[in-house]
C-alpha cells in the first residue's frame, strides 16, 4: 500500500510537473494549450507539488491570483490531511 501510494504520488507530481512545462511551450508556439481546469485537477489529484515546481521552473502562470494563491492553499490542505490522516489512531478493518 505504502509502495503504491508513492509511485502514484511521484506520478501525478511528474505529470503535473510536466503539464506546465507542455502549455508554456505551447504558449509559446501558438498551439492548442492545456485547460487551467487540468492544471487544478493535476494538483487537486495530488500533484500540487509537482504543479508548483512546473509553476516556478518554466514561469508559467505566475501572474495569475489563482494559481499564484490557490495551487499553495491546495498544497497546504493536503499536507493538513495528510497529517490528520497519519495522527488518527489506526482503526481495526
Same mark, same amino acid.
Request: with cysteine; glycine share 10%; net charge positive.
Given at each position: 500500500m505504502t509502495r503504491a @501510494?508513492?509511485?502514484? @504520488? %511521484? *506520478? %501525478?507530481?511528474?505529470a503535473a510537473f510536466l503539464? !506546465?512545462?507542455a502549455d508554456k511551450r505551447?504558449?509559446?508556439? *501558438?498551439?492548442?494549450?492545456?485547460p487551467e481546469r487540468?492544471? !487544478? @485537477?493535476?494538483a487537486? /489529484? *495530488? *500533484?500540487? /507539488?509537482?504543479a508548483l515546481g512546473g509553476m516556478f521552473a518554466f514561469h508559467h502562470k505566475t501572474k495569475h491570483w489563482y494559481f499564484r494563491?490557490?495551487?499553495p492553499a %491546495? /498544497? /497546504?490542505?493536503?499536507?493538513a490531511l495528510a497529517a490528520w490522516l497519519l495522527s488518527a489512531p489506526s482503526r481495526p478493518i
Amino acid at each position: 500500500m505504502t509502495r503504491a @501510494l508513492a509511485a502514484y @504520488l %511521484i *506520478g %501525478i507530481n511528474l505529470a503535473a510537473f510536466l503539464a !506546465f512545462g507542455a502549455d508554456k511551450r505551447r504558449a509559446r508556439r *501558438g498551439d492548442w494549450r492545456v485547460p487551467e481546469r487540468t492544471l !487544478f @485537477l493535476l494538483a487537486l /489529484l *495530488g *500533484g500540487s /507539488l509537482g504543479a508548483l515546481g512546473g509553476m516556478f521552473a518554466f514561469h508559467h502562470k505566475t501572474k495569475h491570483w489563482y494559481f499564484r494563491y490557490g495551487l499553495p492553499a %491546495i /498544497l /497546504l490542505a493536503q499536507c493538513a490531511l495528510a497529517a490528520w490522516l497519519l495522527s488518527a489512531p489506526s482503526r481495526p478493518i
